[in-house]
């Protein structure tokens, strides 16, 4: 069954939450990923293999490279749920 | 930098998390109260590959009663231990303010991250080199642990990793007050982490016949010197000591725990994992730490021994007692805390000096327990029971360690 985008995004935000280690609460759709989280590209890495696990979706490197904000990646795995 | 031999080393900060307990307090005060920390092992696995050996010392209390979900997830459960120790230690130093410049890390592993490299081929194996968590390499590595403690306190003196089997936790050590002496840092977070209660490892050590087998009775299959004794109990944890120079100690006005004064390591070249009977290596070793504090063994009054309740290794140390200090021996406690803690690994040799240290500290020895019949080829004056206290006065004491490749570390500490 497929997730809403609200679904997708709280998901999302636990897993920036718990490699950050900010509060989930502080994470919305259109901040950035590198400027606005300061998520490193190891921390990247880490978010997507979990959001592949989380959401059973596939995220190649070079889409993942294409992701600029929370929202960019709410909508990709929205688009590619199995 | 020459080496100034005259620059003292001292311990500020003590921190751990072990079978005995999460925090050095909970440890000791179960130590000194000769409780185990054995107990059976409940995991699916022991069912499942009907192991030979169905019991550890585990955790007094888990990790993820104390770390967070993302720092878990960055750590092998080893490096996990490790700083939850290490942070403790520094704490209790008085979180020292020093340059980063000067703080040096040094934390052993006598086996790495085996439950990260095991758990990660099985992922492998089962679902294909793309779903291998990105972080395994750096949890898998043996100096992750040291590398992690490091980033946490910012230190930039140096971080290092010494591997020598079950000795490694006491080399840690030996390196540290290496670091101070020769003035490549003023303050280094030293000790040992062990964390491989996995069917792997136990199959392997019972494989050499290593563990105790008896699994129907854990909290008694620890029992070091004792004519019954049949192995090792496999146990993990992490043990953190803060050493620094006395120097800089004094001019923050740090709480001194005891001195750290030598180390002497030596090695067999005898066999891979079997001792020297004689225990000629491990007695040269204790006295090359004599004879880099300028003691005498009558300056000794107490020795925490290695002595891991296998039969030919507590026969061999006992032996190297013996040549090591002669007739001095007679007068010297020794206890064997394994009975209490199991075997940390490469971890043990930094809990026994953080033990050793204690008991220089609060002038009480813990003693080594399930010693119902004392072996007539350890002719030593074994602490049983109850607590031996230790006079007052200026008194030196001696950490055995030694490791499968024939590592043998003797750390030398004094009331300070």
């Given amino acids: 069954m497929a997730l809403s985008e609200q679904e997708i995004l709280s998901g999302l935000a636990e897993l920036i939450s718990t490699e950050m280690e ?3 609460e502080s994470i919305s759709a259109e901040q950035t990923l590198t400027d606005d989280l300061k998520i490193d590209s190891l921390s990247m890495i880490t978010i997507v293999y ?28 929205k688009n590619n749920q199995a | 930098m020459a080496t100034d031999t005259s620059r003292r080393v ?81 704490a209790d ?11 040096g890390v040094v934390i052993a592993s006598g086996i790495g991250g085996v439950w990260t490299l095991l758990n990660s081929y099985d992922t492998l194996r089962e679902k294909g080199p793309r779903r291998v968590f990105p972080l395994t390499v750096p949890m898998l590595m043996p100096n992750g642990p040291a590398a992690a ?12 990793t010494p591997v020598s089997a079950c000795a490694s936790g006491a080399e840690s050590v030996a390196y540290g007050i290496d670091m101070i002496r020769s003035g490549r840092a003023d303050v280094v977070v030293a000790g040992g982490t062990e964390a491989c209660i996995h069917p792997l490892p136990i199959a392997g050590f019972a494989a050499m016949q290593a563990l105790s087998t008896r699994n129907d009775s854990p909290t008694t299959a620890s029992r070091p010197y004792d004519t019954a004794r049949d192995g090792f109990v496999i146990g993990e944890g992490s043990a953190v000591l803060v050493l620094e120079s006395e120097e800089h100690a004094r001019a923050r006005g740090a709480r001194i725990y005891a001195e750290a004064v030598s180390a002497g390591l030596t090695s067999d070249a005898h066999h891979i994992a079997a001792p020297d009977p004689a225990g000629t290596g491990a ?39 013996r040549a090591a200090l002669g007739e001095a021996a007679d ?21 026994e000096s953080v033990f050793t240290v204690l008991a220089l500290h609060d002038r009480q020895i813990p003693p080594t327990t399930n010693l119902d019949d004392q072996d007539p080829q350890v002719p030593l004056d ?35």
């Fill in chain 1, 22 to 24: 900010i509060p989930a």
């Fill in chain 1, 50 to 77: 979990n959001a592949e696990e989380k959401f059973g979706v596939r995220i190649p490197d070079d889409e993942a490279n294409k992701l600029v904000t929370v929202q960019d990646a709410v909508d990709y795995i």
């Fill in chain 2, 10 to 90: 001292v311990v500020t900060g003590l921190g751990a998390t072990t079978p005995l307990g999460g925090d050095v307090a909970a440890t000791w005060s179960a130590a000194l109260a000769g409780t185990s920390g054995v107990s059976a092992l409940e995991q699916d696995w022991v069912a499942e590959y009907d192991m030979p050996v169905r019991f550890a010392a585990q955790l007094a209390v888990p990790t993820d009663a104390v770390l967070s979900r993302g720092q878990r997830q960055r750590l092998d459960p080893s490096g996990q231990m490790a700083l939850i120790a290490a942070k403790e230690a520094w």
């Fill in chain 2, 93 to 103: 130093a008085g979180s020292p303010e020093a340059d980063g410049e000067r703080v």
């Fill in chain 2, 149 to 160: 403690v490091s980033l946490e306190l910012g230190a930039r003196a140096g971080v290092h």
């Fill in chain 2, 283 to 321: 007695g040269r070793a204790m006295t090359a730490a004599l004879n880099a504090a300028g003691l005498a063994p009558s300056d000794i009054c107490h020795v925490n021994a290695h002595a891991t309740s296998t039969p030919a290794g507590d026969i061999a140390e006992a032996a190297a007692i």
């Fill in chain 2, 331 to 351: 007068s010297v406690a020794v206890t064997a805390t394994k009975s209490m803690t199991g075997h940390l690994l490469g971890a043990a040799g930094a809990l």
């Fill in chain 2, 382 to 416: 074994v602490v049983r029971k109850e607590p031996r206290v230790l006079p007052e006065g200026d008194l030196a004491a001696l950490n055995n360690s030694f490791g499968f490749g024939g590592h043998n570390v003797a750390l030398l500490f004094r009331t300070a």
